[in-house]
């Protein structure tokens, strides 16, 4: 192991080029992707910096998960953190994830199995609608700006399985609560959530996706929907350095 620690930037940037590298195997456009998406989307260095997920939630369900991103960036954590590369300031992520993905465009999930092959144990990856597969027990859920694209009773029915996704999480977690992490855009932000919607409707495209009408919800609403299905609300803001209205909500069911 290496005596000092190195400092964030630097650790991002070799965490950036480890985890987009394995997209190469999913074509020029997977890997493009990718490295625009870790490398511009403040999500992602957000939930690693501040140690979100944590060591004690292994069991990760990414619904939405587009090329599952999350998998090579757990992967590639662990592998940092074993050479001594993962900076003090930083929490662990799990040393042994269980990954599972659920994504519907097909496209992204043959992008996305091509790219994770390298990963022990091997990621589940799902083509499925969220309002229809199965959310098998797990410790933590990843919603990155998709639940939008369904209507309100529809959001709402997903995250009820979520919270009884990480309920039945229990018993081999222990102590440690379930945690949903869920991106939404704030309507009440009208300008910042038009301009989202906007950007989110031209990267379908591009993406060869159809674009589907969408539901937004106030950040007051979101919070309150969340509590009346028994999560502890923290909202935090995650759209630095972009337009955007976007708020990350870590929700803990304990």
């Known amino acids: 192991m290496t005596s000092t620690s190195p400092n964030s930037d630097a650790a991002w940037r070799e965490l950036h080029a480890r985890a987009t590298a394995p997209y190469r195997q999913g074509g020029n456009f997977a890997w493009h992707f990718a490295r625009g998406k870790l490398g511009h989307d403040p999500v992602f260095r957000g939930i690693v910096e501040r140690g979100l997920i944590g060591e004690g939630r292994p069991r990760m369900l990414d619904i939405g998960s587009g090329q599952s991103l999350f998998a090579n960036v757990l992967h590639s954590a662990q592998a940092m953190r074993a050479e001594g590369a993962w900076p003090v300031a930083w929490a662990p992520l799990p040393g042994e994830a269980r990954y599972t993905g659920i994504e519907l465009m097909p496209r992204d999930v043959e992008r996305a199995q091509r790219s994770v092959g390298h990963i022990r144990p091997l990621p589940t990856i799902v083509c499925g609608n969220m309002c229809e597969a199965a959310f098998a027990p797990c410790d933590v859920v990843v919603i990155l700006d998709v639940l939008h694209y369904v209507d309100h009773a529809a959001q709402e029915g997903v995250l009820r399985r979520v919270r009884d996704a990480l309920a039945a999480g229990a018993p081999e977690r222990g102590p440690v609560p379930g945690r949903l992490l869920l991106r939404v855009g704030d309507a009440a932000s009208r300008r910042s959530f038009a301009i989202s919607q906007w950007v989110d409707r031209t990267v379908t495209r ?35 350095g972009t337009p955007f209205a976007n708020v990350l909500l870590v929700s803990d069911l304990s």
């Open 206 to 240: 591009i993406r060869g996706h159809k674009v589907s009408p969408t539901w937004g919800r106030t950040l007051d609403e979101w919070i309150a929907l969340l509590q009346r299905l028994g999560f502890a609300v923290q909202p935090m803001p995650m759209s630095q």
